[in-house]
């Protein structure tokens, strides 16, 4: 197959909807982030790796960062985590309080925001303090992405901790229900450092590849994780990556992915390929808009869909 042709097509295709959308506003440093950018990448299990757009961009990969964060406490804790945090899909907006509430403090998924903010917690518990969780994560992400200067942007943590209040709301109900155990503002702060990190297209394809091969990564043979809980996470990506438009995902891209509001979505093609896609203007919940507009024409293109 021509992937690279395919890609071409696609940016051609997509150009015209890159002014639609909304840049993430709730911070003034994903704010003036220009709209009309657009990149796509592909990394196949030979390395191979293709791509179109502005593919070395570096993005906030914000609730990306919770794939890679639920892939070491699931590690960690095996299914012990779902005490915790559940895995069903929510239906309702990533940092949604209402649901919370009525479910007694207990996160429906790691994808949303409650529940990515009890997994950092428990990953604090496993390393003991908030720096090492930090670092731990950090490094993981650089390994599966071969890119060792993966970094989050300080500006953008700060900035998020500094209007975070929604977050710190959905942290205090969890401590208030006793599903918090470290302090509200070290879980927070340590949230928001991971989703401030920075990537590219091209490292977030790559990144996917143990994901995409049973948790073993294809081209370094290194086994990060177990096929069975490789399943799982493929699982919660497909049926909660894109919180109340998981279902939409879904049926229009027919794909495991998951987005962040940075306008990054990442995806996988079991035994094939990682995807990434980058385009900051956003749809009504919070996805990027070109960027599932891509998707879904590179599964119709190539017939490449899991169904
Ligand atoms: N940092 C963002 C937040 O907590 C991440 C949300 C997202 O990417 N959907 O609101």
Redesign the pocket.
């Known amino acids: 197959m021509d992937y690279q042709a395919i890609l071409n097509e696609i940016a051609a295709e997509v150009e015209p909807l890159l002014e639609k959308g909304k840049v993430a506003d ?1 911070i003034p440093a994903l704010a003036s982030v220009e709209k009309k950018q657009f990149a796509m990448s592909i990394t196949l299990f030979n390395g191979m790796q293709y791509s179109v757009g502005v593919a070395d961009t570096l993005f906030s990969i ?3 960062s919770k794939v890679f964060s639920f892939t070491l406490a699931l590690k960690f804790y095996s299914k012990d985590l779902y005490k915790r945090v559940g895995r069903e899909p929510s239906g309702n907006p ?2 949604s309080l209402v649901q919370l509430e009525y479910e007694r403090g207990k996160p429906r998924n790691p994808f949303i ?1 409650a529940g990515a903010i009890v997994v950092a917690d428990a990953l604090i518990n496993h390393y003991g303090n908030k720096e090492t969780a930090f670092e731990e994560v950090q490094k993981f992400i650089q390994e599966v992405s071969c890119n060792n200067s993966i970094a989050s942007n300080p500006v953008v943590a700060a900035s ?1 901790m500094e209007h ?1 209040h ?2 710190l709301a959905l942290a205090n109900l969890m401590k208030s229900f006793g599903n918090l155990d470290n302090e509200v503002q070290d879980v927070v702060e340590t ?2 450092k991971l ?1 401030a990190l920075e990537m590219s297209t091209k490292t977030l394809s790559r990144s996917m590849l143990y994901l995409a091969n049973h948790g073993i990564d294809p081209l370094c043979a290194k086994q990060f994780i177990s096929p069975n809980q490789a399943k799982r996470i493929n699982a919660v990506m497909l049926t909660c990556g894109h ?1 109340d438009a998981s279902g939409d995902f879904a049926f229009h891209v027919g794909l495991p992915g998951k ?4 306008g990054g979505i990442v995806a996988l093609i079991p035994k094939v390929m990682g995807i990434a896609v980058f385009s900051p203007g956003l749809n009504a919940q ?1 996805n990027s808009l070109v960027g599932t507009k891509a998707l879904e024409l590179f599964t119709t293109k190539t017939g490449l869909s899991i169904f």
């Open positions: 709730y914000q609730s990306i990533f940092n925001n998020e975070g929604r977050n949230y928001f989703c919180y987005s962040g509001v940075g919070g």
